[in-house]
């Protein structure tokens, strides 16, 4: 005669079964995000661009064309535009481009960039050397700013042939408001110097 253990272990084990599986949802829930945000930057998916230390140290006869585009949040009364509408570069040229912002608003405001590229392909080999969006900005009442963004493109680009067709892609930006950053005062961070780098023509 087999023995079934009593009915009170079951109902134990049952909610303990329960109990680790919300709590590993709720696990999953906050470690999604930083993991896709991870997936994103390694592969280039959704257009996110790179970031590097270095040059890639090699210059390619092929030529892109840069084109940027700028946009701010409904709720963001900043004005942003690019110095520039469009740069043509060798793959592995090391560019400079520069943008401008306002602050039209009577107080001081914090706002991120958010970025990709498109055709998102290009995303993977896309890559920053340096760039505003890497920090917050915070703009006084009335005041401008400068920023600019350095960038190249991987010559690894080359060896994906499904995108030789491939002779112009965009670089957007959208500033969003960041009003869980602390605005009064300007944000030392993102007034670090830049890179001198020659501007192209």
Known sequence: MSKHPPPGSRNTRIALMLIWTVAGMVALTYISVPLYKLYCKVTGYGGTTQSAAAAPGEILNRKMTVRFDSN???????????????????????????YHIKNNASVP?????AFNVAP???????DKLYCFCFTAQTLQPGEEKELSVSYFIDPKLAQEHRLDSVKTTTLSYTFFRRDDLA????DSAARMSTPTIAKLP
């Open 109 to 113: 405001i914090t706002a991120s960039a």
């Open 72 to 98: 701010a949040q409904p709720d963001l009364p900043w004005t942003f535009k690019p110095d520039q509408i469009s740069q043509t570069v060798h793959i592995g040229e090391v560019a400079l481009a520069r």
């Open 183 to 186: 605005v009064d005062k300007p």
């Open 120 to 126: 998102p392909d290009i995303g993977k080999y896309f």
